[in-house]
């Protein structure tokens, strides 16, 4: 395991269809987490998941935004009806499931919304 | 919401020279995590340190909290070009998700 896999790196979609990425964690990891990154500014999060089970969501993830882990392991993120406000890059990150573990992070999905 | 705030927003150095940023945050933590980002890419995880810690150290990477003063510090000796990158704190506290800051843009120049 070679940590954590976005995929995919760049999406570019127009606006009004919906996008869905797709995060896998590093294999022991029951923690799970969204960010969203603009240009400039650091990570801001989104939501967690504590294996299976969705336990947080950002006031910033609206009701376009949905996230899910089936089974605990890879977690997908999808967006409808995208918006140009939607461009940023999306970034997962993976924990263990205790108190002041690291949190390892993919490369990131770049979206650009035209 | 972000909670950490990096100082200075840019750093510029020579080769061989250290970088010092900072990071301020707001409320009690339990962690603070230092990160490095590329242009563009992911973010790299660099060390975590405790509340309960007030230094540590990972090669040339060294990290001190002061919980009074809610800041802590990264120091970069003997800095390379490959150092150039933003660098990222993040708090962690009660709650689950962790919060980062703005981010000390660093270049290094050879």
């Known amino acids: 395991d070679t940590g954590v896999s976005q995929n995919p790196r760049h999406k570019i979609t127009k606006r009004g269809q919906n996008v869905t990425f797709r995060c896998d964690p590093i294999?022991?990891?029951?923690?799970l987490y969204w960010y969203r990154q603009t240009l400039g500014q650091g990570p801001e999060f989104l939501t967690y998941?504590?294996?299976?089970?969705?336990?947080?969501k950002s006031r910033l993830l609206s009701d376009r935004f949905s996230a899910e882990r089936p089974k605990g392991s890879f977690s997908t993120l999808e967006i409808q009806r995208t918006e140009q406000g939607d461009s940023a890059m999306y970034l997962c990150?993976?924990?263990?499931?205790?108190?002041?573990?690291?949190?390892?992070f993919g490369q990131g999905t770049r979206l650009t919304v035209v | 919401s972000q909670q950490g705030e990096e100082d200075p927003q840019a750093l510029s150095i020579q080769e061989g020279e250290n970088a010092t940023m900072n990071c301020s945050y707001k409320?009690?933590?339990?962690?603070l995590q230092w990160y490095r980002q590329n242009s563009g890419r992911g973010l790299v995880h660099l060390i975590l340190?405790?509340?309960?810690?007030r230094e540590k150290h990972s090669g040339r990477l060294r990290v001190t909290l002061d919980t009074s003063k809610k800041s802590s510090s990264l120091l970069i000796t003997a800095s390379r070009a490959a150092d150039t990158a933003s660098y990222f704190c993040?708090?962690?506290?009660?709650?689950?998700?962790?919060?980062f800051g703005t981010g000390t843009s660093l270049t290094v120049i050879p």
């Open positions: 340190i405790r509340s309960n810690e």
């Open positions: 998941f504590q294996n299976e089970a969705q336990l947080e």
């Open positions: 409320t009690s933590i339990n962690n």
């Open positions: 993040a708090t962690g506290s009660t709650g689950n998700q962790f919060y």
């Open positions: 990150a993976s924990s263990l499931g205790q108190i002041n573990t690291e949190a390892f």
């Open positions: 294999s022991e990891h029951n923690r």
